[in-house]
């Protein structure tokens, strides 16, 4: 069984701040992670995803997510918030032979100008 | 390159009726997910179909059921609406091998919003 706990269900940061958007899971075989975004009225985008080797990963749009198996943990950062970043993100977790994507609930980032 | 597309964006439905919705893959995708996104929640898997035959399920009733075409776009149908059917309805495709590895990125198309009143 898999399952995603996203700490915070809104988060704010004035533009050019430091966004971090927490991401923690469970999961009984080696995980794939998955960060999306959301825009209003839209589907989902993928921002990137780790499946395996190097634990630092690197998306679109400047974001970047760390897998931390000791902390169960896959939070997504960007050095400097746009405005443009508003929207609301989803991590998502997958296992090896597993298609299913199991979503979290979802955090609302608002950027402040 | 076409994307995954979805009709129709918006539909009305009172409970007890029926409802189909639809899909158009990626090209070149063989595989096709659908999820439940209730609002204020992350999407929830209802099923997959790879080359034509559901390849899982979530923890959906049977009056959930889908299908998959030969040209790999797929229906959605809802049989007996309740009022909690009332959500997003995101189709999302993949090129998977043999059913799936876990890994492969799934590309969602922008929903059909299904209201019952």
């Known amino acids: 069984a898999q399952s995603v706990t996203q700490l915070g269900s809104h988060v704010s940061v004035s533009e050019g701040a430091l966004v971090l958007l927490r991401c923690n899971y469970s999961?009984?075989?080696?995980?794939?992670l998955f960060w999306y975004v959301q825009y209003p009225n839209q589907g989902l985008q993928l921002l990137l995803k780790?499946?395996?080797?190097?634990?630092l990963v690197k998306g679109i749009n400047g974001f970047e997510a760390e897998f931390k198996k000791s902390e169960t943990s896959f939070h997504l950062t960007k050095p400097s918030a746009h405005m443009s970043d508003a929207a609301e993100y989803f991590c998502?977790?997958?296992?090896?032979?597993?298609?299913?994507?199991?979503f979290g609930k979802g955090t609302k980032l608002s950027v402040i100008p | 390159e076409t994307g995954v597309t979805q009709s129709p964006t918006h539909l009305i439905k009172t409970r007890g009726q029926q409802v189909t919705l639809r899909c158009s893959s990626q090209?070149?995708?063989?595989?096709v997910s659908w999820y439940q996104q209730a609002l204020g929640q992350g999407p929830q898997f209802i099923f997959q179909?790879?080359?034509?035959?559901?390849?899982g399920r979530g923890n959906f009733p049977p009056r959930f059921s889908g299908l998959q075409f030969p040209n790999y776009s797929s229906e959605l149908n809802v049989n007996a609406l309740e009022l909690d059917d009332s959500a997003l309805y995101l189709c999302?495709?993949?090129?998977?091998?043999?059913?799936?590895?876990?890994?492969?990125?799934?590309?969602f198309g922008p929903g059909t919003r299904l209201t019952v009143l």
């Open positions: 999961s009984s075989v080696p995980p794939y």
């Open positions: 780790y499946t395996t080797g190097a634990t």
């Open positions: 998502a977790v997958s296992g090896a032979g597993s298609y299913q994507l199991t």
């Open positions: 090209s070149g995708h063989n595989t």
């Open positions: 179909y790879y080359r034509e035959e559901e390849n």
């Open positions: 999302a495709s993949s090129l998977e091998v043999a059913g799936g590895s876990g890994t492969d990125t799934q590309y």
